[in-house]
């Protein structure tokens, strides 16, 4: 069988192209680097990409729509504000203009990038309504009550200077709250522009801009004027729920209760203990919102690898002053090495008692259950015990496990989960959850404050959209498990044969523990769904493709190390799958994601490293396809490693021949 090489042109998405699409192709590892060091010239070939880095696609042109309206139609309003000078970034919620301004004058910014308290003026505050949106099409199938779903539509516009884009893009890329490209696509239509030839706009009954402005100083102590919050901003009109949102909820209860870890747990599990959001990130800012406003005071804490995002989201987390004379205890404590689960234990459990000596506390704790892209399971059970005992909420992100395969209801209070990914399953929708444990100390006080804050922002194109994308998540589960098993058991045994010269250091999946003092395997398997129990039936049930053939399994996610970047480039660059940010999606995607997101800075990439996070990684997110294509792709990529690793032994063996001849 003759490999076929990718057709898909750089920087468009996975097949099948829609303008709702979430990946982008990067193909080699030269790309990946010049993505990451900010390479106009490859921006500029950008058709698609991760909605979260920046808006692109149907958010753009939205953006440039209304900007190009503001510059013509109302210029008193917006000196200086256009298209060529300006981007813009649109939220469903007012906070978006405290947050913004914030961020861009805050500390963690790099210095070539931080606004000034004076500078924060360049930040522009406008708010635009939509009325009368269609935000269920005409042709769509909905009950008769879902005229309500034709609605008023509030955006916030963050407006800044196109030169210092970088100063307030991560208010964008970290809390993961602008809106989606589904509700762009609906909103574009409604904003008018100038009738050609002349300056004269189109009359609009369903777009309007507001008369309130303002701007980032506005929001910033120290700027000579009044201070605004959140309450001096007009007020929001979020979006209404469908008949989807309900049906996503009840669709997740119904999986966390399909073959539990501890049914009497999972029975109490209700549709409102469930939370959705725009992404993933969304779901875990607002989590950590919840938790600070419900009173929970002290460092976050988080242990091994845990998303990027995450980890930004959590390291400009403050930290914070006890009583007069008691030190300061710092915002965010990361535990970064976790192979040796009672280990870190034992540093986390030491780490507890000292705060208590002190008269504090843990805020709470975050842990990916396994990690991304570690693939590292920790002793939940032993964490749940040290929880209890320093009276702290444990958070679980379950995203790379996925929820059909483990149940971790009764080790977590909270469980967030990115439904952008396998749940999806399409790489075309984005979504996030809160999913509260009913067996919680902290449910009663939490279940309170989000159902206080909480404020749908799923639009509901996108509900719907994802939940019919996750009719099939059992079944595309199912393939996954089996092909990311079996390219992991084929690149662990391919370690074990060559290793003279060695081509891989070693394959990273839940289902292989790195040694026997670390079993990190058994750990996954007691969170593990039942894979013997006779699968449910009936409704809600019937409508899941592949519902009576599921077997839990480890997952789509694997890694793979390797002893150098050049045996690490050499695979990469040869292996005929599509390569770029994202898991979970139809089609297997490579990346090299340490190097990708840790590289650019020494001291970064050290820390990173440290915990095993090496730059001489290679991420796997395996797909749908056939296994027999995948073994071939991958061997032959194999082929070019263990050529390049030839190439280096032999180099080395010179360098020390040559070495003793001196001598």
Known sequence: MTVKPITTPLGHSLPPHTPHAITTHLPGWDTALRLRDGDPELGKQLKSMYPRFSPLSLVKDLCTKILTHLSTTSPSSAPGISPSTHGCLPFTTPDAFPLSAAH??????????RYSESDASALQFRVVDFFDVPLIPNNASVPADAAALTEKVRLYLVIYPLKKSKGVMGVWTNPGVGIS?????????????????????????QFKVLEWTATGSDFVSGSGSGILTEKDIPKPTYLPESPAHQALRERIVALCQRLPVNPAIASRLTPNDIFLYTTGMAAVFRLQEALFKSGRRGPVV??????????????????????EGEEEVEGFKHFGECEDSDKVMDQLEEYARGLREKGRGVGYLFVEFPSNPLLVSVDLGRLRKIADEYDFPVVVDDTVGSFCNIDVLPVADVVVTSLTKTFSGYADVMAGSILLSPSSRYHPLLSSTLNTSHHNTLSPPDAAHLLSNSSSYLARSQAHNLNAQMLASLLHTYSTTHQSPRVISRVLYPSFSPSASSPQTAYYLHHMRSGTAPAPSGPPYDEMEGNDSFTPGFGCLLSIDFPSKRVAKAFYDHLHVHQGPHLGAHLTIALPFNDLLWGAEESVRKYHAGYGAVPEQVRVSVGLEEWEELREVFEEALGWAEEEAVKEAAAEEEGKEGKEGEE
């Open 104 to 113: 861009c004058i805050s500390h963690h910014r790099p210095a070539e990038h």
């Open 181 to 205: 490209t589904r509700l762009a696509e609906v909103l574009l239509p409604l904003v008018p522009l100038p009738v050609e030839g002349s300056s004269s706009p189109e009359t609009s009954s």
């Open 302 to 323: 988080a242990l091994g690898a845990v998303f990027h995002s995450t980890f930004h989201l959590f390291e400009e987390v403050e930290p914070t002053e006890g009583e």
